[in-house]
């Protein structure tokens, strides 16, 4: 540390094996989807659901999460190279280029199909998996830390940050320190986290009210990501010329949707807490 700053020199990688570098941000995103899992699996046992109904729930949200993410990064930031070479989508993945907003959206129909395929209400799921999102977001963040990447505007606080091993910072920003973005997104998911927890074990209201845990987690994760944007760094280019950056735009149909479940939620009678399975008719073997 330096006199009101920090010097961030953090090597990304853990370690390598046969030149191939594993980074810090690959484990974050994994542990991410692993706790989201454990999470979900916890949550339907407490609520008495039947072990198969949680065995699928790691393939479904890992795959589509993922998906979502990459897929996402190459639709919004990068469309038109990702169009000119299409297959760098799978081949440039360890390039980086995830975006959070795909991961949400792919989560999203990843927990359609687990829903589907468990007979399970939708709105049920999204309530239970939005709890955790917030520490899967938090640490997302922390590898976005570790890789020196995402980071904020100049600032003189004394928790600025100087990201020595960031092109980016060298060329537009240094000597100054500049917002730990990522931090502060971190902190905020997490406090995200805490409110759903006590939502969901302490007030037994928001449990029986489908969609206000998902409304809740919707608007704690993406009104923040709306706000710390003011202060963050572009992610393309284009995005100088955009009157808000594409994280903002794409923040705001979430929020809205927060805004709206929790009002459907609040204004619908009180629901059992755990829905059993719904059953189909089976013809009798012989």
Same mark, same amino acid.
């Given at each position: ?12 990688? #853990? ?14 995103? #994994? ?17 008495? &659901? ?18 979502? /993410? ?23 993945? @360890? ?15 990843? !927990? ?29 963040? !922390? $590898? ?42 971190? !902190? ?14 302490? @007030?037994?209201? /928001? ?48 929020? &809205?949707? $927060?805004?709206? #479940?929790?009002?459907? $939620? ?7 807490? /755990?829905?059993?399975? @719904? ?8």
């Amino acid at each position: 540390m330096h006199m009101l700053t920090v010097v961030w020199d953090f090597d990304p990688v #853990m370690f390598r094996i046969f030149g191939l570098d594993i980074r810090y941000y690959g484990l974050m995103w #994994m542990l991410a989807i692993l706790i989201g899992a454990l999470f979900f699996d916890r949550f339907c046992r407490r609520e008495g &659901l039947p072990s198969k109904v949680v065995d699928s729930i790691f393939w479904y949200g890992t795959i589509a999460t993922i998906v979502g /993410a990459r897929l996402g990064h190459c639709l919004f930031y990068d469309t038109m190279e990702y169009l000119r070479e299409p297959w760098t989508i799978i081949t440039g993945i @360890r390039d980086g280029g995830l975006a959070s907003h795909g991961a949400a959206l792919g989560l999203l129909l990843g !927990l359609w199909l687990f829903s589907r395929r468990n007979r399970l209400p939708y709105i049920w799921s999204l309530d239970r998996i939005m709890i955790p999102v917030g520490i899967g977001g938090a640490l997302v963040r !922390l $590898g976005n830390l570790f890789n020196s990447e995402i980071f904020g505007t100049s600032t003189s606080l004394p928790w600025g940050f100087e990201f020595v091993r960031s092109y980016k910072w060298m060329a537009e920003y240094a000597p100054s320190a500049v917002h730990p973005t990522q931090i502060y997104e971190a !902190l905020c998911y997490l406090a995200t986290f805490g409110l759903l927890c006590w939502l969901y074990y302490r @007030r037994d209201m /928001a449990r029986r009210r489908p969609g206000v845990l998902f409304g809740v987690g919707l608007i704690g994760i993406f009104l923040t990501r709306f706000f710390i944007e003011f202060i963050k760094t572009e992610q393309s280019d284009f995005e100088l010329t955009m009157s808000l950056y594409m994280g903002q735009w794409l923040s705001i149909p979430f929020i &809205l949707l $927060g805004v709206w #479940m929790i009002w459907r $939620g609040l204004k619908r009678p009180a629901t059992a807490a /755990a829905p059993a399975p @719904r059953k189909t008719d089976k013809k009798t073997k012989r």
